[in-house]
Structures are given as structure tokens and as C-alpha cells.
């Protein structure tokens, strides 16, 4: 029989629907009767006892709201009655214990990637284009035009095919509405590549480097180089006008101080100094293309895979988050840091809530203190401007069931698992301790995909309810599905189905395994993620101003 509701942990005080449930049904949990006060749609909430004005909410054993007003049992949970709330946090000393999961049938496993100079191994071999400057994100565009087409990178040929076809029905006076435009060419994205061991040309086009501040210049520079310094990247192309905020010197600067003995190929062009565009674009092709000769001589080899550094983020959830795809991807994490791996846990709004949680579990007080002092400053930074770390949820997330940002942060905390915490690291540090990292970036799903890059995370599982396209030009990014429908709807942009965890078919601990097994392959080049077929190759920098 298929279970249509479901308590998260003992000390709740709410129940989660499974699938639609009407007003006036009485459903049965644990053997106690519930008479529905309201429609409960899939992925709400409703609640198992009466509740008085300012009763604690409790969900994922935590405080997670205050109730408004008096709530009869079995109503449904909503912005109106149920109000943001979560405990306060402080440094306890670390008493953590931690029950590793059996990795028995990973030990001994390896991923083929591309070992560099450093010993860092990449799961990708690409070749990046760096602009100091917004100035220069038009040369970038005709430089990617140029390049894509004729390397064979390029995913718009369908889509070209298919303006020719209108094009042409237009000239011959059809009926645009009933003209036959179904056939368009699909174009591989792999087989027909010029530089078979090159996985990619990537572009971060950037809206930075002078005016705002210059702390936003020194942040987009230390950003910049670590993308530079990334294990998935093998060359680099740096365009620059030249009088902006952001100095070339600037950026060689923190990499050199990010990797002293940076190796790879770096090509800088400055377009003050240039003879012409025309003069510094061809330049900049041809000196890429030789380039791209030298890394294409670099070939997968096995390597252990306690050398894949996992990024693991959430956007676009939905009330079936935390309870499917989250945790799953949240055992994934355990097994690879069981493993020897590394795993980085970021947005750090989308941690309110599960605070006291994670600072129990950090091993080291400096680092347990840094974590407390980066969560306290960035919520009162929010709060300071009207806003804070309680106003996170976007109408999606509200409308799918996460009513305030504490359901929505524990929910989505579930995707460190349950190690210890090794290290907490502002934005653009480097990751190196292996373990489970905290990483200070936004919630917003492309700067923390971009910060969790810059931290050198090799591949990214991103989970999502409401399906979303997001991709990082350096890391391919994963789609996990919470749910099959979002599956069946968007299946051009998703990898990973949990919907068989909601229906009852497997446990997270299968799904977990899933996923590290996809993992393996897309590392390895074995199989490519939706979001790296469609160059979906989103880049935003924080400025580290309020960003929720």
C-alpha cells in the first residue's frame, strides 16, 4: 500500500501529505485519526493537534515556526497562520560521534578524470576565456561564436535549422501557423569535436571589474583566479581593456598566491595596448587554438575517488525536498566522505535553522566560531536593509509547501549528510581539508553554484522540485528530481529521478547509492549532465552585499 502521509522525525507536530488529500477526509497515522480541516495538497503540511497562538512548530525535529493564531488539528499550514521562528545557536564543545555508512561495495572503485600537476584531479578538461572587465564581454561573444561553431561545441544547430525552415516558409508565402517545421537537425555534441580530449571552451561573462567598489573588484579577483586555478580547467585566455579597477596584475597576484606554482597555459591580451579588435581577436583565437592543441594531449587515467570534490546544492524545492532528493544526495555525501572525498555544503541562508546542528558537528572551534560569526554577520548585513534570513522562501518554494525559512534551510541541510564538519570557508577559499566543508555564498542558486566552484568543487549535485536549468561553466552540475512528475515534465534538464523514495520503492540509502554511482560515470565522462549538453554555463560573482 502506498503511505499518502508521513512524520519526518518523533518530535513533530506536523504531518506531510504524499499525494492530494481532501477536506473532511479522515486519514490515519500511527494509528490516530485525522480529520482534515482544508484540502491538503502534496508536499503541505498539516497539523496533529490543536495549536494555541505562539506554540512551537516543530518539523525535522526542530523549531521551525511559531503558530499565529489558534489552528485546529488537521488544518493546513500557511503563511498565514504559521510565522518563521528557530532557535538561537551558540559554540558548544565538539561531543559529535558519527556512524560512517558501509562503503564496502565502493572501496577499491576509481573514476577516470585528469590528474594535474598538483595532484588534484579533474572530472572535466576545459579550456576557460576570462574577461578583468565587462568591457570585453563583447569580444568574449564573437570569440565563442567563432570557436563553438567551428570545434564542434556549438548546441544551437537544431535551433538555427529551425529559423531557416520559417525563414523560408516566410519567402514562400506559407501559412507560418500550419507550416511544416518539425524536422531540424540534432547536432552531437561530442563526436563532433575537433579536440576529442577537450570536454569544453567556457566563457564567464561578468558584469564586474571596475566601477561599484573596489572590494568588488578584489573579490571578483580572487574569484576570477580560482576559476583560473580549478582542477577542470587546463588553459586559460584573459582579455582586459586595460584601465578598469580590476589590473591584470591584480588577478595574476591571487593566483599566484592561490597556487604558487601554477602551470597551466595563460594567454593575456589588453585591448589598449591591441593594434585593432579585429587585431586582438584574431590573436586571441589563434594563440587559444595552439593552446588547445597542447591540452588536448592530456587523456582521462584512473584515480581513487577520494579525489572528487562534491558540491551539493538545492533550488527551485518544493515541500518533497527535504524529505526525498536532499537526504538522498545527503547519503551520497556521506559514502564519498567515508570515502576519503570531499563534499562542500554552501548557502548559508539556507542553513538558518539547522545552525546549532552543524556547529555541534565541527570538529574544530576556530572553524565551529568562524561558522557562527559568518552566519550571525551575514543575517544581520540582511536584516539591516529590512530584509534577513527569514524571508528567503520565494513565492515557488511557499506555494509548494515550504511555508517559512527554517522548513526550507533544515530541509535543505540534509544534503551535507551527517559527518563531522572539517572546515568552513568564506567565499572563493580553496577546500583543503577532505570532509565535509561549510561554504559562505548566497542562497541564490547561480551565485552559490559559482562560489562552491570557486572552492574546487568538481562536480555538483543540485537538487530541485521545481525544476531549474542552472549549470557552472567549470563543474558540471547534476539535476536531481525530488519527484517523478517534475521528472516526466522536464526531462530534458534532469539526470536524477528520487521520486521512487516518495512512491515507497527505495530507501534513501539505494538512492544515495544512485547517485554516487552516477556520479562515477559523469566524472569519468561516461555519461554528460543535462545542463553541460545544453552549455548551460551560468556564472554571477557576489559582491558580497545582501543576497538571499
Known sequence: MVTRILKIHPNDNVLVALQDLAK?????????????????????????????????????????????????????????????????????????????PDVAKFEGRTFNGYIRSDGRVGTANYWLFIPTVFCENRNLD????????????????????????????YKNGENLEEADTSSIAQANPVTNRIFKNVDGIKFLNHQGGCGGTRQDAAVLSKLLAAYADHPNVAGITVLSLGCQNLQVQDFIDDLKQRSPHFDKPLFIFEQQQSQSEEQLVKEAIRKTFIGLTEINKIERQPAPLSKLVLGVKCGGSDGFSGISANPAVGYTSDLLVALGGTVLLAEF?????????LIDRTKDETAARKFIQLMTSYNQQAENVGSGFFMNPSPGNIKDGLITDAIKSTGAAKKGGTSPVEDVLDYTEPATKPGLNLVCTPGND??????????????????????????????????????????????????????????????????????????????SGEVIPKAVLLNQDDFIPWKRGVSL
Open 24 to 100: 473532511g477526509e479522515t486519514v490515519i497515522y500511527d494509528g490516530h485519526e485525522y480529520t482534515l480541516q482544508d484540502d491538503i495538497h502534496a508536499k503541505h503540511k498539516f497539523f496533529m493537534q490543536d495549536m494555541n497562538p505562539g506554540d512551537p512548530i516543530m518539523m525535522y525535529g526542530v523549531l521551525v515556526g511559531k503558530a499565529q493564531h489558534f489552528i485546529l488539528k488537521g488544518a493546513l499550514m500557511h503563511t498565514e497562520n504559521t510565522k518563521h521562528a528557530s532557535e538561537p545557536f551558540e559554540f558548544r564543545p565538539y561531543q559529535y560521534e558519527w556512524h560512517a
Open 142 to 169: 564573437v570569440i565563442r561564436e567563432a570557436l563553438h561553431n567551428e570545434l564542434g561545441y556549438a548546441v544551437t544547430d537544431k535551433y538555427k535549422s529551425y529559423t531557416h525552415q520559417l525563414v523560408d516558409a
Open 349 to 357: 541562508p539556507e542553513l538558518c535553522g539547522a545552525e546549532q546542528q
Open 446 to 523: 547561480v551565485e552559490a553554484t559559482t562560489g562552491k566552484a570557486a572552492s574546487g568543487a568538481t562536480l555538483i549535485l543540485f537538487t530541485t522540485g521545481l525544476g531549474t536549468p542552472t549549470g557552472n561553466p567549470v563543474c558540471p552540475t547534476i539535476k536531481v528530481s525530488t519527484n517523478n512528475a517534475l521528472t516526466k515534465r522536464m526531462g530534458d534538464i534532469i539526470d536524477i529521478n528520487c521520486g521512487p523514495v516518495i512512491e515507497g520503492l527505495k530507501t534513501i540509502e539505494q538512492m544515495g547509492e544512485d547517485i554516487l554511482e552516477y556520479c562515477i560515470k559523469a566524472a
